[in-house]
């Protein structure tokens, strides 16, 4: 621990401890504490009522390491929200202000936010929009307004329907570019939470005659891209996404969803034969690893004695030169595995065991375990030795 440290606490306290202060300056609030435990500030406004959080870990995340006036901006925001109006009680007020908003996932399960898995690797939450910002909903306020969050969410995307008619516009307009379509957002439009409206992607393909590839690169901007055999313009959209979501302040994703042939909401997978494959594996490498390196370091955090370990996912390439994702089974440790290409099996003083993840699954009979978005699954010691010789023959054989 440095002596700024000792001193003042550690980066999250002060920043913490800075939001609390300023929100305790709005006049709305009676009165505003940090819970460092919690990493929130839990505030209570002038009229009465229950109080209110303010969940820091995102905003913390974002900002760390950024400048001064950043930093500033960036709490300001938070700010706002204790700002902001009290959420009304009776459902059929909010009901029309509900929107959905698709999110990294956060990595504390306990986040008292409504939210869902979005695929693998992202999350959906529910807000509240109003005039001067938007506001997440958290399990207390359904409960105020006696709905389930199916039902808030179902609503939610049914107000979303202004929003689809003017990116549909969009689609219309694409004959005769390759480049990808830019939706910026200016605050009310919600246009990155147009994928998770059931059949906007089907409705985009029928009239643009090509699948499309939505990329949420931030908060504020969608990239709408096709699939093509032009494997250059595909590369070049991918390029276009990743440099776009690196950049941004509050980024989602460099990885496109897009629509299959049932109608489903995917992430979007490239036949390896397509010469656009690599840039399309990249991006999803990029999307795994951003949402499971939070979720490694909060349940390390969390861990005690006797707990599993909580297994890293990383990626490399192989000897082929393709990137790939590995996770390490430890013989002799509880395990819990993100899911990745290869399993590693290292053994001391032999060359490590790499397996096909595909064949770990089928022949360990791994489940998922419960509670984990993205999926972990939980392991202990290795399987026998005829199975670990089938394991070994079937990685060779790969």
Known sequence: MGIAERLFGSARDRFGKEVAARVRAVDS?????????????????????????????????????????????A??????????????????????????????IPADPKFDIVSRPAGPYLAEMLVVDTPSAMRYAGCADLARWGVSAEEAFDAAHRNMARTVTTSLDEARRREGSTEPTRLTDNGDAYLTSLPLVQGWLA????????????????????????????AEALTKAFEVAEHEWREAARPISPAPLTVDE??????????KEHRAHAAVKHAQILLAMDAYGPQTEYLRGIAGSGDPFPAALKGFRDPSGAEVTAASWADDDTSLLPEADLVAFPKREQEMLMV????????????????????????????????MERIAKLAAEA
């Open 262 to 271: 049932d109608g489903t909401v995917v992430l979007y997978q490239a036949p």
């Open 203 to 230: 409705t985009v393909q029928r009239i643009a005659g090509a699948r499309p590839l939505a990329f949420p690169v931030s908060n504020n901007t969608l990239l709408l891209a096709y699939e093509t055999d032009d």
């Open 29 to 73: 609030v009676a009165c505003a504490d940090y819970d460092p435990e919690k990493f929130q500030v839990v505030y209570q406004g002038a009229q009465g009522g229950e109080p209110a959080v303010i969940n820091l870990e995102t905003v913390f995340r974002e900002s760390q390491g950024a400048p001064a006036a950043v930093r500033k901006a």
């Open 356 to 387: 096909p993840w595909s064949v770990v699954v089928e022949e360990a009979g791994l489940t998922p375990a419960e509670g984990y978005h993205p999926t972990r699954y939980q392991v202990g010691g290795w399987p026998d030795d005829d199975v």
């Open 75 to 104: 709490i300001g925001r938070l700010v706002d929200v204790a700002a902001l109006p009290p959420t009304p009680d009776d459902w059929a007020d909010v009901q029309p202000a509900v929107r959905p908003v698709l999110r990294p």
